[in-house]
T-cell receptor, first 112, second 114 residues
Framework: AQSVTQLGSHVSVSEGALVLLRCNYSSSVPPYLFWYVQYPNQGLQLLLKYTSAATLVKGINGFEAEFKKSETSFHLTKPSAHMSDAAEYFCAVSEGFQKLVFGTGTRLLVSP | DAGVIQSPRHEVTEMGQEVTLRCKPISGHDYLFWYRQTMMRGLELLIYFNNNVPIDDSGMPEDRFSAKMPNASFSTLKIQPSEPRDSAVYFC????????????FGSGTQLSVL
């Protein structure tokens, strides 16, 4: 069965600093991988997705993620954090059939 | 489109009472999912439907939980009887086949069982 592990339940950065949120996956078949973002009191929104095309995936709000098969990783990055990026971020994996398995989430805190 | 609509936004009930959560998916979407979010367990898939038919209910915690989708535009998640440990945020999401599994989430129902 597929699964994802997100390292760090909380990540704190200063405004303007690099954002790096880590995700490792486990899957028996080539996976689909996703990053979703959840703002307070809202549902999850798709940031970006990897579906076996280019290994570097660009998403909304300046985020990107790189699929590394050798490391079974799909880390999320943003060169310069903005206060509005403060939210909870979820990595997810799917082996098809519309069924996603989510990680436990990483809360990103951005300080001025 | 208005997106996925869930009601109520907040529900406070007493232990033993029946709770019904409602969801209207995005028109034309053929998959509907119910997730539960807690601090301890994160986001868990409870059940999902394809074309109104339950496909996988292995995440439903126990027989107190049931879900129905009588038509393409409406689904319910029922808990009877409710218990304090059911307190969580319940999300409904929908998606369209062939779109690389992009899920659209509702705003959730915050359930508190006292």
């Amino acid at each position: 069965a597929q699964s994802v592990t997100q390292l760090g339940s909380h990540v704190s950065v200063s405004e303007g600093a690099l954002v790096l949120l880590r995700c490792n996956y486990s899957s028996s078949v080539p996976p689909y991988l996703f990053w979703y973002v959840q703002y307070p009191n809202q549902g999850l929104q798709l940031l970006l997705k990897y579906t076996s095309a280019a290994t570097l995936v660009k998403g909304i709000n300046g985020f990107e993620a790189e699929f590394k098969k050798s490391e079974t990783s799909f880390h999320l990055t943003k060169p310069s954090a903005h206060m509005s990026d403060a939210a909870e971020y979820f990595c997810a994996v799917s082996e098809g059939f519309q069924k996603l398995v989510f990680g436990t989430g990483t809360r990103l805190l951005v300080s001025p | 489109d208005a997106g996925v609509i869930q009601s109520p936004r907040h529900e406070v009930t007493e232990m033993g009472q029946e709770v019904t959560l409602r969801c209207k998916p995005i028109s034309g979407h053929d998959y509907l999912f119910w997730y539960r979010q807690t601090m301890m367990r994160g986001l868990e898939l409870l059940i999902y439907f394809n074309n109104n038919v339950p496909i996988d209910d292995s995440g439903m915690p126990e027989d107190r939980f049931s879900a129905k989708m009588p038509n393409a535009s409406f689904s319910t998640l029922k808990i009877q009887p409710s218990e304090p440990r059911d307190s969580a945020v319940y999300f409904c999401a929908s998606s369209l086949a062939g779109t690389d599994e992009k899920l659209f989430f509702g705003s959730g129902t915050q359930l508190s069982v006292l």
